[in-house]
């Protein structure tokens, strides 16, 4: 079993539509992030968080650290959100990530 | 430039052949992290760099894999004698401090094709 697991692994919306990407881990951890990466492969950050709720734009990401989850929602979804997003925990001794296996999101218009 | 930087970004090599990969960390970063991201995966660990010392490279899949930080900045992946099971993107990444606390900031990848 994945350290990190991320559903769904492909999502279709419609432009407008909410989304949900929901993450679960076993490990420890001191911090969850969650990343967006766009064909190409470039990485970005969009949130790191260790407990309750982030907001950014129309992104928001949510975690229970009891539960060992956390979600991240997309509102008044745009083709442009169209990427992989990647949950991925950190709090290793050495610090490294611990990636799941990215969910692939479509918007289409 | 303020970001993380990566060269080259494409790289094909012929099977046997030895390749070198750069990583340019953000300026004053400490941490510096090589991942390995097979096509449809996620990344994956490889090594970590805290200044100059590596401090763990559990993840390096063979001693093919080599990689060095001899300043405590730019840093190199060398993958000796390539083998198809090689190709992926590597990505480098640093930050100010351990990733459990500190946020990390991605280079756009090598793309890695073994022939």
């Known amino acids: 079993k994945n350290e990190v697991e991320q559903s769904p692994q492909n999502l279709t919306a419609q432009e407008g539509e909410f989304i949900t990407i929901n993450c679960s881990y076993s490990v420890g951890i001191s911090a969850l992030h969650w990343l967006q990466q766009h064909p190409g492969g470039g990485i970005v950050s969009l949130f790191m968080?260790?407990?309750g709720k982030k907001k950014h734009g129309r992104l928001i990401a949510t975690i229970n650290i009891q539960e060992k989850h956390s979600s991240l929602h997309i509102t008044a979804s745009h083709p442009r959100d169209s990427a992989v997003y990647i949950c991925a925990v950190g709090g290793g001794s050495q610090g490294n990530l611990i990636f799941g296996k990215g969910t692939k999101l479509s918007v289409k218009p | 430039g303020a970001g993380v930087s990566q060269s080259p970004r494409y790289k094909v090599a012929k099977r046997g052949q030895d390749v070198a990969l750069r990583c340019d960390p953000i300026?004053?970063?400490?941490?510096l992290f090589w991942y390995q991201q097979a096509l449809g995966q996620g990344p994956e660990f490889l090594t970590y760099f805290q200044n100059e010392a590596q401090l763990d490279k559990s993840g390096l899949p063979s001693d093919r894999f080599f990689a060095e930080r001899p300043e405590g900045s730019v840093s190199t992946l060398k993958i000796q004698r390539t083998q198809q099971e090689d190709s992926a993107v590597y990505l480098c990444a640093s930050s100010g401090g351990l990733a459990g606390t500190y946020e990390q900031y991605f280079g756009p990848g090598t793309r890695l094709t073994v022939t």
């Open positions: 300026s004053g970063h400490v941490s």
């Open positions: 968080l260790s407990s």
